[in-house]
């Protein structure tokens, strides 16, 4: 007897590992830190004993090589996904600085079709991974009685960052990332993007 399984509903998440990482990542980690030293304060969000700017780097011209990216990634997804052909991609963007003790809590980004992290510098396996936890609300009635988990029966599945790899989610998926063990921080940029129709002239 065969039997089949079919994905329904899937919570996707997408990766791109960029080719000149390296380089690049030596320009981005430049400009968090000067961002940071700027504004020492930061704003207060979800992060747990971490820095984090405002959602400003999409205003910001040095930032214009990782804001081009952002969009290229999502037009592409949403491409594959089938959206509309007339939409405009708007974005937000921002710095995130976790030295070793901090973390983010789980959270989502409302009215966002996309969100994401591109990671810049960290030490992994120490430095924490980011989770995905399970949207069923109804699914959190029971649980599996499984030997181990698998992504029929867990409830949060687990990645681990990589420098140089961008991670792109639904906006409505709950996320975090763990404590950061190790003794370096880890740096990323993430951003929210939203794709709206053009305005009909």
């Avoid at 509903?9 to 997408?14: A, G, K, Q, T």
């Avoid at 079709?113 to 949207?135: M, N, T």
């Avoid at 681990?160 to 740096?187: A, Q, T």
Wanted: negative net charge; aromatic residues 10%; glycine residues 4%.
């Amino acid at each position: 007897m065969e039997i089949t399984a079919q994905s329904l509903f899937p919570s996707l998440v997408w990766t791109t590992l960029f080719d000149d990482r390296e380089a690049f990542n030596i320009k981005m980690l430049d400009l968090a830190n000067k961002m940071r030293a700027s504004d020492p304060a930061g704003v207060a969000n979800t992060n747990v004993k971490g820095w984090q700017s405002p959602n400003i780097l999409q205003n910001l011209e040095e930032f214009e090589p990782i804001n081009t990216r952002i969009l290229q990634v999502c037009e592409r997804i949403a491409e594959s996904q089938k959206f509309k052909s007339n939409l405009i991609f708007d974005h937000q963007a921002w710095v995130n600085i976790s030295p070793p003790g901090a973390s983010n809590r789980t959270h989502f980004h409302a009215n966002s079709h996309f969100s994401g992290v591109y990671y810049i510098s960290l030490k992994a396996p120490e430095c924490g991974r980011i989770y995905f936890r399970d949207p069923r609300v109804a699914s959190k009635m029971l649980t599996y009685p499984a030997n181990e988990p698998t992504e029929f029966t867990t409830d949060e599945m687990h990645m681990m960052p990589e420098e140089g790899r961008m991670y792109i989610f639904p906006g409505w998926l709950e996320h975090g990332v763990e404590e950061n063990l190790s003794n370096k921080d880890r740096i990323g940029i993430s951003f929210n993007v939203r794709a709206t129709p053009q305005a009909s002239s």
